[in-house]
T-cell receptor, first 116, second 116 residues
Framework: GAVVSQHPSWVICKSGTSVKIECRSLDFQATTMFWYRQFPKQSLMLMATSNEGSKATYEQGVEKDKFLINHASLTLSTLTVTSAHPEDSSFYIC????????????FGNGTRLTVT | AQSVAQPEDQVNVAEGNPLTVKCTYSVSGNPYLFWYVQYPNRGLQFLLKYITGDNLVKGSYGFEAEFNKSQTSFHLKKPSALVSDSALYFCAVREGITGGGNKLTFGTGTQLKVEL
């Protein structure tokens, strides 16, 4: 069964509004979670690393103020796309390692964001 | 810096035939290698990993991969393809050093199409 739950699976919002995406680890604690963005027919681009109890680490070129990340607990990380614009439309995927540094990442089912 | 190359955007194979999806990597230390599969509008599912040990790694759904250090490759294989194997496959690498965390670098993906 799924070990990482991501919600919502899809969302349509108007330009200028904000959207929050949740990522939960279901049966394990995750001090670290990763947020990816995927464009059509392209690979995953790591946006940021979410750290429980501290600030997220953003990849180069990712706007911190636009993509707000909060790792509120050991099982929940949220990504908020602020003042969304049509170019933010994309597929956003979160992931977390279940146990140990050698464990594979477990991915949520992704969120399809469409900004109109 | 670590990197992954998947030289083929798409691989076509007839059902029942063997399949190979190619992957080469570059890391400065010991590589931790992974294969993931993605179905449309879904997150990634873990297939298999190489950390250490036997060069031939067996994974989910009958897939296997062979680690070749001299060729820096980690090709994904399956002896007999199924139509249901049609999906997008990603190779990923992370450098296996203490404190390296779980930050993965993904290849650009290979679309596998299995036809009757």
């Amino acid at each position: 069964g799924a070990v990482v739950s991501q919600h919502p699976s899809w969302v349509i919002c108007k330009s200028g509004t904000s959207v929050k995406i949740e990522c939960r680890s279901l049966d394990f604690q995750a001090t670290t979670m990763f947020w990816y963005r995927q464009f059509p027919k392209q690979s995953l681009m790591l946006m940021a690393t979410s750290n429980e109890g501290s600030k997220a680490t953003y990849e180069q070129g990712v706007e911190k103020d636009k993509f707000l990340i909060n790792h509120a607990s050991l099982t929940l990380s949220t990504l908020t796309v602020t003042s969304a614009h049509p170019e933010d439309s994309s597929f956003y995927i979160c992931s977390a390692p279940k146990a140990g540094s050698n464990s594979p990442l477990h991915f949520g089912n992704g969120t399809r964001l469409t900004v109109t | 810096a670590q990197s992954v190359a998947q030289p083929e955007d798409q691989v076509n194979v007839a059902e029942g035939n063997p399949l190979t999806v190619k992957c080469t990597y570059s890391v400065s230390g010991n590589p931790y290698l992974f294969w993931y599969v993605q179905y449309p509008n879904r997150g990634l599912q873990f297939l298999l990993k190489y950390i250490t040990g036997d060069n031939l790694v067996k994974g989910s759904y009958g897939f296997e991969a062979e680690f070749n250090k001299s060729q820096t490759s980690f090709h994904l294989k399956k002896p007999s393809a199924l139509v249901s194997d049609s999906a997008l496959y990603f190779c990923a690498v992370r450098e296996g050093i203490t404190g390296g965390g779980n930050k993965l670098t993904f290849g650009t993906g290979t679309q596998l199409k299995v036809e009757l």
